[in-house]
């Protein structure tokens, strides 16, 4: 037992949240060209770029705690290339990048997990296929499959299903495809409803604007902005405006509204600076009590 514990966990490598699987691949896919695709060209993504989407995938979307990877290049990794484990329960994923995916490569992927040792004994396990896979052939192996394998779940994952899992994560896209295909896939977000005091200042206008800002790596900026305001307005409006108006040139540019308004009132608040009143969050700043 001891043995194969061993043996076990040196074919496991854990996912954790520097590894190289969960950082930016090193290459995006060719942009999209048609208007208002429907589809992602995921057959233009590089193979590392496939086990990266699908560690991606395993951790951000379908919501595992841990992301393992299984085995390395020319161990026998039966049939699986990444896990997902959220305590004593786990899901395997098989990934294929092919030209060309038959009944013949699904039932291929599917016998080399379940007529193997089916290690973490997980009973939920995902082919994921850049190719179309939609032949009617292929839909009818799967079902077949399923037969033959009652006790395992089986699901195919083919572009359609990674592209309708793929648009609502814009940053997602942005990393493997480019920032062209996400401003023409990914519908954009819909301006946050707030009171004009919450869109200007209030905590939730900040919790709305964190994660957009974040993502396009102005976090530092509009931090030090806020930083810099109560002294320095006028320096503090520059930065508003500067980070303003990169979200208006995504699909963030509902959020720039609430930093443009931060930047309108930089003159108003160097009024108030020079009158020796500061300007901190709110129209008129602190007050003395």
Not at 20 to 32: D, F, I, N, Y
Not at 205 to 213: I, K, S
Request: charged letters at 25%; aromatic letters at 6%.
């Amino acid at each position: 037992m001891a043995d194969e514990e061993a043996a076990r966990d040196e074919l496991v490598r854990r996912v954790e949240g520097d590894h190289r699987l969960l950082a930016a691949p090193s290459a995006t896919a060719r942009p999209l060209t048609v208007s208002a695709p429907h589809l992602l060209n995921t057959g233009d993504l590089q193979w590392e770029s496939v086990e990266h989407l699908v560690a991606w995938l395993v951790r951000r979307v379908e919501g595992w705690e841990e992301t393992w990877l299984y085995g390395e290049r020319g161990q026998n990794q039966h049939g699986i290339d990444v896990v997902g484990v959220t305590g004593r329960n786990a899901a395997v994923f098989q990934a294929k990048r092919l030209k060309e995916f038959t009944p013949y490569d699904l039932e291929h992927a599917v016998g080399r997990y379940a007529q193997g040792k089916r290690p973490f004994g997980a009973r939920r396990l995902v082919v994921v296929t850049t190719h179309d896979a939609i032949r009617t052939e292929i839909g009818e192996k799967l079902f077949e499959l399923r037969g033959t394998y009652p006790d395992l779940q089986i699901e195919l994952w083919n572009r359609k299903h990674l592209s309708d899992l793929l648009r609502p994560h814009p940053d997602i896209v942005t990393a493997f495809f480019g920032v062209a295909t996400t401003q023409l896939f990914c519908p954009a977000p819909p301006a946050p409803i707030l009171s004009p005091a919450e869109a200007n200042e209030g905590p939730d206008a900040q919790a709305l604007l964190r994660g957009p800002v974040a993502h396009l790596g102005l976090d530092g900026d509009l931090a030090a902005a806020d930083q810099a305001r109560p002294e320095n307005p006028a320096t503090a409006a520059a930065a508003y405006g500067r980070i303003a108006e990169q979200l208006e040139q995504t699909l963030y540019r509902p959020y720039a509204r609430a930093l443009r308004a931060r930047q309108g009132r930089g003159p108003a608040c160097s009024r108030r600076h020079r009158r020796g009143r500061a300007c901190g969050r709110g129209s008129d700043g602190p007050r003395s009590g």
